[in-house]
């Protein structure tokens, strides 16, 4: 296997811990809002899962997970909360609406993950359903964008 295909998967999945972390968070955050709490849950589950799928084609593949780069990426996720949101303590609409759009760049990222594996190795991984990935993440990122306007609404 590529060396190159190893490092270009261990950067997703750096990514894939890091959003699985914030669409965690969100989903707390927002699990009380009608407006928001049901539909951040399945996204949630959806990118659970998609890391996992991520995880499994490594596998497949003969890739095995870098320790440091989800780690740094999970330390630097935690370090971001550290940022003014309009408030000194707790969550905000400013924080919601800054969520959300990191992570719609995540599973922007993700998208083209599945699209690229689809072009290069569709044949190494019969098994996974690269072209539905990619939709999916494209159904989530309608969804994501639908949010982010009700946030926006609220936030600014």
């Known amino acids: 296997m590529s060396k190159l295909l190893a490092i270009y998967l261990n950067d997703h999945l750096a990514?894939?811990?890091?959003?699985?972390?914030?669409a965690r968070r969100l989903r707390s955050?927002?699990?009380?809002?009608?407006?928001?709490?049901?539909?951040?849950?399945?996204?949630?589950a959806e990118i659970e899962a998609d890391r996992e799928t991520l995880v499994a084609i490594m596998d497949k593949l003969g890739v095995g997970p870098s320790?440091?780069?989800?780690?740094a990426a999970i330390l630097a996720e935690r370090l971001g909360r550290l940022k003014?949101?309009?408030?000194?303590?707790?969550?905000?609409?400013?924080?919601?609406?800054?969520?959300l759009e990191f992570l719609q760049l995540g599973v922007a990222g993700k998208r083209r993950l599945w699209r690229a594996l689809e072009h290069t190795h569709a044949a190494d991984l019969p098994d996974f359903e690269l072209g539905a990935l990619a939709e999916r993440a494209s159904g989530q990122l309608r969804r994501i964008e639908a949010l982010h306007l009700k946030a926006a609404a609220l936030a600014l």
């Open 84 to 99: 003014l949101n309009g408030q000194l303590r707790g969550y905000s609409p400013l924080s919601r609406l800054d969520e």
């Open 67 to 71: 320790r440091l780069k989800p780690l």
């Open 15 to 22: 990514g894939a811990t890091v959003g699985v972390e914030l």
């Open 29 to 44: 955050s927002n699990e009380g809002d009608p407006a928001f709490g049901p539909e951040l849950a399945e996204i949630c």
